[in-house]
């Protein structure tokens, strides 16, 4: 497959809905009470790697009354995002920005083909065997801030009772050391995590379990993991909550 035929701009616009949906179809639907979650009254929510708004999307319907922040560094991925945001009545602000532990310019493995796994980082044999669409890449310049920063430059304060979503591809905790303080505020934070290594360089688990844990953010479960043929869990998107 021609590297033109991957960047005909009729590729890019379909590719990623279609890898959307094949991840719909195959990972099970978030039970709706969000592991209590939906108890809480949810007055903020920062959604980091929104993409395009996947995520924000749905938390919008599960909170109409939250305001939400989203942050997507990839241009393409952050037009839609800002679409759809800014026809959400004040309700979504949006940031072309990546996150992490410190302000810098920086590139990013854009993936072609589905932007969602897009990261800092590059992609290891293992990703690129498993998930063949992430091998065409282009790196794309970017800004990278920090958490903390972007809420202090914020005109009012955030809302009580907070939910941070991270999705990040093995940045996380860059994310978290960046964040400190915003996080010590959250109720409640959602990750994707690997346990496969499918980034050089990904934080692990455990790095992630003992950042959060000493901001007060206890493991709390799994929304869904994907599994192996043999078994094991490649990935997961885990919940950590705040103890009342």
Request: aromatic share 10%.
């Amino acid at each position: 497959m021609s590297n033109a035929f991957l960047r005909h701009p009729l590729v890019r616009r379909y590719s990623d809905p279609f890898f959307n949906l094949i991840g719909q179809l195959l990972t099970p639907e978030w039970d709706s009470r969000l592991l209590g979650v939906s108890q809480l009254a949810i007055a903020t929510i920062i959604d980091i790697g929104a993409n395009k708004g996947q995520f924000a999307k749905k938390m919008r319907r599960q909170f109409p009354h939250a305001q939400i922040l989203a942050f997507e560094p990839i241009p393409d991925a952050y037009q839609v995002l800002k679409h759809w945001g800014d026809r959400q009545s004040n309700a979504v602000k949006t940031f072309n920005l990546a996150l992490g532990e410190k302000e810098d310019s920086l590139e990013i493995n854009s993936h072609v083909l589905f932007s969602a796994s897009s990261s800092l980082l590059p992609t290891t044999d293992l990703c690129e065997n498993l998930y063949p669409m992430v091998r065409e890449q282009e790196k794309i310049k970017i800004k990278q801030s920090t958490l903390d920063y972007e809420i202090a430059q914020l005109t009012e304060p955030l809302a009580s009772d907070l939910l941070i979503k991270i999705d990040v591809q093995g940045y996380e905790d860059r994310v978290i050391r960046g964040g400190k303080q915003t996080l010590s505020q959250a109720k409640a934070c959602i990750l994707e995590v690997s346990l496969d290594e499918l980034y050089q360089g990904q934080c692990q688990f455990r790095d992630i379990f003992y950042l959060l844990d000493d901001l007060g953010l206890h493991y709390a479960g799994n929304f869904d993991q994907m599994v192996a043929k043999d078994g094991h869990v490649r990935y997961l998107n885990a919940l950590f909550l705040r103890s009342s």
